[in-house]
């Protein structure tokens, strides 16, 4: 079973930046597409970002593109969420997300597994 620990949540303030990790551990040959999801309180969990096996392709919604980044290191088993100009709605719950296809969807039940999730709280 592919575990994945995301690490680097933390308090910024709004402007700042903050870089997650995701470590992923186990049989991680069956992890190709790996990314980012977030959900805030009261609100549905949401995409923030993907990025296939190969660095390749990747993608990053509307709402964090020009902010966001993601990329990853296949040696290390671990991608990266490099977050900056930071707002307070941003503040969430990060999950990191892998899945067993390389190909970046934005619906969660796509994805295989998931990280327990790191908390991001962006303060005005």
């Known amino acids: 079973q592919v575990q994945l620990v995301e690490s680097g949540g933390g308090l910024a303030q709004a402007g700042a930046s903050l870089r997650l990790s995701c470590a992923a551990s186990?049989?991680?040959?069956?992890?190709?597409?790996m990314g980012w999801f977030r959900q805030a309180p009261g609100n549905e969990r949401e995409v923030v970002a993907c990025?296939?096996?190969?660095?390749?392709?990747?993608y990053l919604p509307e709402s964090v593109k020009g902010r966001f980044s993601i990329s990853r290191d296949n040696d290390k088993n671990t991608a990266y969420l490099q977050m900056g100009s930071l707002k307070p709605e941003d503040t969430a719950v990060y999950y990191c997300?892998?899945?067993?296809?390389?190909?970046?969807?934005?619906?969660?039940?796509?994805?295989?597994?998931w990280g327990h999730g790191t908390q991001v709280t962006v303060s005005s």
């Open positions: 990025i296939t096996k190969g660095g390749q392709s990747t």
């Open positions: 186990g049989p991680t040959n069956t992890t190709y597409a």
């Open positions: 997300v892998a899945r067993s296809a390389n190909y970046c969807y934005v619906s969660e039940r796509f994805y295989d597994y």
